[in-house]
């Protein structure tokens, strides 16, 4: 039961940048043994609301009443010695390090000559991880341990450091699903401890299941703090997006043609096996599954972006043979990447040059380049996808999430693809490009291309895809189509292995 | 794919990690055998120590280029800062005497140490250029101060100091390993080796969990010019002259001896024992195709393509070890 | 990458600033330092480095480095003038450059196909060749007999229009690179490369073979360079290419490209190169020998290179 007294307070605080006010006169509480989820959609304001907790940034105006008084957090050690503790999306560790030297990364002990007291560091890291019920010990590199453990370590800090207040951002982005339920473990077990815990995440399910509170942010002012009994993902949603969930998402009404890709048996050792599928003109084929399952990598295989060790891919019919994703362009497939920073975009050039780079013969004459053409292309799909951008030369950098999506979108679609696959296409974007992403889906398909949708998000891909495969750890499960699309069938579905075991690691 | 590996599965991993993380000794133990079967005099005490010596100047350069590669960086002037040490050690002699002259050598390795890590430090430039351009200016200043001639120690008992044996074991290549030892203790046991390994691996994590990055680099690179100041040192006692062109190209021996024997150029990994294994197979290699009378030639190209040997068996067997 | 932002870019930076200070504190000294016949003089000497460091310039773009042009340099020099006497020049040309481009595509099937590290295997490469010249050569030097009557005294001897040719070919190897690295699809792609080299991956280029293609670039320039160097000494020793590898380096570092790649043009290595020219022969006519030099660039370097990083940081303490 958590105590009603907060024991970290935000009062009326405020941060801008330039062009943008982040923040505008937040309030909100922690109390101890509460978890208290923040959400909203990106841009909402909750990374920079935690960054200012754990001293990250500085907040412009208001205050900060953390144990009864205003304090000032100055650097994230000065957070973290107070009692404060972030744990973020990418771990702050270092693998080469030992699990007790990365639970006390700057304040290791040691003696006047700065030699290591490592009988002293491991037994304080081993106290710190049997309060967490962890199986290894402080002395194993840290490389050695898997994700989850790994990110256990980071949780570890809470305990060692004796933190009050621990804020989790996105933790459950890579984890399986038992990973997820030891860390939600570990959380109940800080809980009870006494911590007061802020649980950021948009996956409502997590959020329902495990906190207490809830407060959603929406352009940077506090929509509302409920309780998450008394509430549920509608009111959520609504307080969140301002608008109702049915008009969220976009099925399309297209006629479906004939086949154009089609795979059978298709293997990559490392991540998946004997897949197959198959698409049709003007279908959304929706791809659902956990992390972890296969899913870009097996997309990224028939992209020839990953090798093929077994299978045949046919393109309208033929066999292709293996890919490259030269040849897969050229044929007309597009792959929209699930990492626009690494894979998708070059981010340190401007569009014109990023929107030609697939199609050289497109935009050149001879070898050399036409940027006159490029210009008028980048014109038109900055006027068709409304694009926020200052010149074909901004360089992308500059842009936000949902802006340099749509120039990953014009990038592909300015070639007249066939089909276009789409990984994760609006994770991590506003709420405006998101449903503008998914009117854009239909669009292409009811004007006849094949669309492969891969997406963790069960309304996203409940609302675009005509059909729906399944995929857990590297097997296609299930496929689903019309009335079975259901929450209930999916999930089913990918708790599964493909032996028909309940997937456990 | 699966993330259940068997307990047997997860045994052969450990040992193939061991031998991923740890090749030199093979290399190593390889060019020993090779060379001992094809010629008769490689396996003698003098030829050992004489193995042992000869490794043992580019070895004390590995050993603070390890520590400053661990941290991620490069150092390109240690074979001008030992130049600079070895004509300042017998250039200065006559006027303020032979220890004063050799510690005036080791200060201008440290300063010249200092001065890299400083630059790299505050202006954000990359290792690569700040050193690349110490490299160029550094060989300026000693040709500045030797001229374009040799310098010649006028007591030649200075040189003598060079001859002191433990055994076989000559004092140069004592001090390699000793110092070796000494900053492998430290990588393993002291705050600031530990600091080393988290900032080469993980530098945002290290700068949010408060470890002064910029002071731990100074430190690092005042270390790795005094370690080429020692060099220095040792070099002018084993020749008694100062050539303006000592340790011309010997920087890049000592990269190349350090990621031989494992140590990453991207930084967060690596050892002293990894740095002793490469230095002594370089030193191995050289010696024992000298002593087979291959012509110069031979030496250079066996290098290079040993080098690149090693990088496609690194390549190879991380490609085997990749858990994911 | 347009001709404005080259401009303004150049404005911006810190390179110019320092630059513009020295040939100021050397024109007040010396008389001769800004005249024409000077100046042609300085871009004759730096013509050989400027070759060689327009082909580097592609590998650099890429994020890659090459150390192994000045071993690659004496061994095609001396393959050159050797061969020069064996079969003649136009065939110890056509065999020089085909050596150049087998040894630049070498290097690159190791650093861009089997994506080994670039530093190592050209430092590797670097005592490759240099084993490899002394074995072609046996140790000796090599000398062109009939230097005075062969036709092959053209690049390295000759003027055309009062210009020396190295510096024409220089120049116009300079202004044909420039073109192929802002107008042609290949030269979009090398910093395509550079800036995300996954991203391009993902896009349609392939990688390997843009990074392949920029070494045989810096191979093939460094032929050439070969070429102009033979012909102006006539004659090759085992160590005539020593140490360029730094001067090459030094020269595009001090021009404003980055090391990790994505960004740079020619004329910025051209600007480079050209500065150090004009720091030696400065100095030179200052009265001073030759090594100070080396002093003078190591500080020109620095300030250089940090007062660009600050401009583009937008402020100086890292």
Known sequence: ?505 | MTRNTSAQSRHTNSTVTWLFRNHIWLFLGLAIAIFSLASPYFLTVNNISNVLTQGAFIGILAVGMTLVMIDGEIDLSVGAILALSTALAIGLQEQIGVWPAVLAGLASGAALGFLNGVITAFSGMHSFIVTLGALIGIRGIVFIYTGEDALMVQDFSYTEYAEIYLGPVSITALTFFLLALFFQWVLTSTRHGRETFAIGDNIEAAHDAGINIKRHKIINFTICGTMAAVAGILLSMRLGTAEPNAGKIWELWTIIAVVLGGTRLTGGFGSMWKTIGGVMTLAVLRNGLRLLNTPNYVELMVMGAVLILALLLDRVLSSQTEAR | ?318
């Not at chain 1, 010695?81 to 030992?98: A, D, R």
């Not at chain 1, 956990?290 to 066999?319: C, H, K, N």
């Not at chain 1, 089913?492 to 028909?500: N, Y």
């Not at chain 3, 310039?57 to 050797?82: H, W």
């Open chain 1, 1 to 505: 039961m958590s105590n009603q007294t907060p024991i970290l307070t935000i009062n009326k605080v405020t941060k801008t940048f330039p062009g943008v006010v982040a923040l505008d006169k937040v309030s909100f509480d922690i109390r101890p043994g509460e978890v208290h989820a923040l959400v909203g959609e990106n841009g909402a304001g909750k990374s920079t609301l935690m960054k200012v907790l754990a001293g990250l940034y500085k907040a412009d105006a208001g205050e900060i009443i953390y144990q009864g008084s205003a304090v000032e957090i100055a650097s994230p050690l000065d957070a973290r010695h107070q009692g404060i503790l972030l744990i973020h999306q990418e771990l702050s560790i270092s693998p080469e390090l030992s699990v007790a030297e990365n639970i006390f990364l700057g304040a290791w002990p040691t003696n006047r000559f700065g030699i290591l007291r490592k009988s002293k560091l491991n037994k304080d890291a081993q106290s710190a991880l049997t309060a967490l019920g962890a199986d290894f010990g402080p002395s194993v590199r840290l490389g050695t341990l898997s994700i989850a453990k790994q990110q256990m370590v980071e949780i570890a800090r809470a305990n060692a450091f004796e933190a009050n207040v621990v804020i989790f951002d996105e933790p459950t982005a890579s984890l399986t699903d038992t990973e997820k339920d030891l860390l939600f473990a570990t959380i109940r077990k800080l809980r009870d401890r006494g911590v007061g815990i802020v649980y950021i995440s948009h996956k409502m399910d997590e959020i329902f299941d495990l906190t207490d509170r809830i407060t959603v942010l929406r352009d940077g002012q506090v929509q509302g703090t409920v309780q998450t009994e008394e509430s549920d993902v509608g009111q959520i949603t609504q307080m969140m997006i301002g608008r109702e969930l049915e008009t969220f998402f976009h099925r399309a009404k297209s006629t479906l043609g004939s086949e154009v890709l089609r795979v059978e048996g298709l293997t990559n050792t490392r991540h998946f096996r004997d897949v197959s599928l198959s698409v049709r003109q003007g279908e959304v084929l929706g791809l659902y599954g956990l992390v972890g399952a296969g899913r870009s990598e097996l997309v990224e295989t028939i992209f020839g972006v990953r090798t093929m060790d077994a299978g045949e891919i046919y393109w309208q019919g033929q066999p292709t043979g293996r890919l490259t994703p030269r040849k897969a362009t050229d044929l007309g497939m597009a792959l929209v990447p699930e990492s626009r920073k690494e894979q998708g975009l070059i981010l340190g050039q401007g569009g014109r040059a990023n929107i030609s780079l697939p199609h050289p013969s497109m935009f050149s004459r001879a070898t050399v380049m036409n940027v006159a053409a490029e210009m008028r292309v980048f014109d038109t799909y900055k006027k068709q996808l409304e694009i926020k951008t200052t010149g074909p030369e901004q360089a992308l950098s500059d842009l936000s999430g949902g802006n340099q999506q749509k120039f990953v979108l014009a990038k592909w679609l300015c070639a007249d693809p066939k089909l276009i696959i789409l990984d994760e296409p609006t994770r991590g974007i506003d709420i405006g490009s998101k449903s503008a992403i998914h009117e854009l889906i239909a669009g292409l398909a009811e004007n006849g291309l094949a669309v492969i949708v891969i997406s963790s998000e069960m309304p996203e891909v409940l609302g675009v895809s005509h059909r729906i495969l399944t995929m857990s750890e590297g097997r296609m499960v299930g496929q689903f189509s019309g009335d079975e699309m259901t929450e209930k069938n999916l999930i089913e579905a990918v708790s599964h292995r493909a032996d028909g075991v309940l997937a456990s690691v």
């Open chain 3, 1 to 318: 990458m347009t001709s404005t932002n080259l401009i303004s870019g150049l404005k911006k930076s810190g390179l110019l600033v320092a630059f513009a200070v020295f040939l100021g504190a050397v024109a007040l000294s010396t008389d001769s330092f800004l005249s024409i016949g000077n100046i042609l003089n300085v871009l004759r000497q730096v013509s050989i480095t400027g070759m060689i460091a327009i082909g580097t310039t592609f590998v650099v773009i890429t994020g890659r480095l090459d150390l192994s042009v000045g071993s690659m340099l004496t061994l095609l020099t001396v393959l050159l003038v050797d061969q020069h006497n064996q079969v003649g020049p136009l065939l110890a040309i056509v065999l020089t450059l085909a050596a150049a481009v087998g040894l630049g595509a070498f290097n690159g099937l190791l650093v861009g196909y089997l994506k080994l590290n670039a530093l190592i295997v050209t430092l590797a490469m670097l005592s490759f060749l240099q084993g490899l010249t002394l074995l072609y050569s046996g140790g000796s030097n090599v000398n062109i007999p009939n230097a005075q009557t062969t036709w092959f005294r053209f690049f390295g001897r000759s003027d055309l229009l009062g210009i020396p040719v190295p510096v024409l070919l220089f120049l116009s190897v300079g202004a044909i690179a420039a073109f192929v690295l802002t107008r042609t699809v290949f030269g979009r792609q090398v910093y395509a490369v550079g800036g995300n080299e996954t991203a391009s991956n993902f896009s349609g280029v392939s990688s390997a073979r843009t990074v392949f293609w920029a070494y045989i670039l810096s191979a093939l320039a460094t032929g050439f360079a070969a070429i102009i160097l033979g012909s102006r000494v006539m004659g090759a020793q085992n160590t005539i290419g020593q140490g360029y590898e730094l001067t090459v380096l030094a020269g595009i570092i001090l021009g404003g490209t980055s090391m990790l790649g994505g960004s740079g043009s020619i004329w910025r290595t051209v600007l480079g190169i050209a500065m150090l020219g004009f720091i030696q022969n400065g100095l030179l006519l200052m009265g001073f020998p030759y090594y100070v030099q080396w002093l003078v660039t190591w500080v020109v370097i620095i300030i250089a290179v940090w007062i660009d990083l600050a401009g583009k940081r937008g402020r100086v303490l890292a």
